[in-house]
């Protein structure tokens, strides 16, 4: 799998990334990124990145499954990072999740999940079209403007709290009223 995501490497990614992954002008270094920030990236679109001096948004991603679990393994081999999270074990709690999302990253993704403006000139993006793993890795690898909470900040059942809680965002109770978009009720 290492050997069949470094071929894919060489063609696809190497040009940014170096042919190493040591990283080039044109894209970071990845030797110890990890499997999670390997696949958050992939999996979400982001990249590849066409254009390396804007932010990667998330758009479908340009590689099959097979094709994207060869270049996790691949990049998870130029050094330690952090895995792919276990997002069911520990199993998370929602109201743990909630008070954690609240103090954590309602600043930047607002308290629905919803994103918004960062003070840099990029976006939070909205939290409704990641995946559970999706939201995990990002939480543990802080893509682009993020930070990185890794386990000395929180732990796996927090990240996993976390996980349970934007999962509920995506359909939370409705007390009745206008939602307006998940940022009321109205009465």
């Known amino acids: 799998l290492v050997e069949r995501g470094h071929e894919l490497f060489l063609t696809g990614c190497s040009s940014c990334h170096g042919v190493d992954g040591t990283g080039t002008d044109q894209g970071p270094d990845l030797v110890g990124v990890g499997a999670a920030a390997a696949d958050f990236q992939l999996t979400t679109g982001r990249m590849p990145n066409t254009e390396p001096n804007r932010e990667a948004l998330p758009k479908p991603p340009a590689a099959d499954d097979d094709e994207i679990d060869a270049l996790v393994a691949y990049v998870a081999s130029l050094g330690e990072g952090p895995p792919i999270p276990d997002v069911d074990d520990p199993p998370g709690d929602l109201a743990l999740g909630g008070r954690l999302f609240t103090?954590?990253?309602?600043?930047?993704?607002?308290?629905?999940?919803?994103?918004?403006?960062?003070?840099?000139?990029?976006?939070?993006?909205?939290?409704?079209?990641?995946?559970?793993?999706?939201?995990?890795?990002?939480?543990?690898?802080?893509?682009?403007?993020?930070?990185?909470?890794?386990?000395?900040?929180?732990?796996?059942?927090?990240?996993?709290?976390?996980?349970?809680?934007?999962?509920?965002?995506?359909d939370p109770d409705d007390p009745?009223?206008?939602?307006?978009?998940?940022?009321?009720?109205?009465?």
């Open 176 to 187: 009745g009223g206008l939602d307006l978009g998940l940022v009321g009720p109205i009465t």
């Open 103 to 170: 103090l954590n990253c309602a600043a930047c993704h607002s308290s629905a999940g919803n994103g918004g403006a960062l003070s840099s000139g990029r976006n939070a993006p909205t939290l409704h079209g990641a995946d559970r793993v999706q939201v995990a890795e990002a939480v543990r690898t802080g893509p682009g403007p993020m930070p990185v909470f890794g386990p000395e900040t929180l732990t796996d059942r927090q990240v996993n709290s976390i996980v349970e809680y934007v999962d509920y965002l995506r």
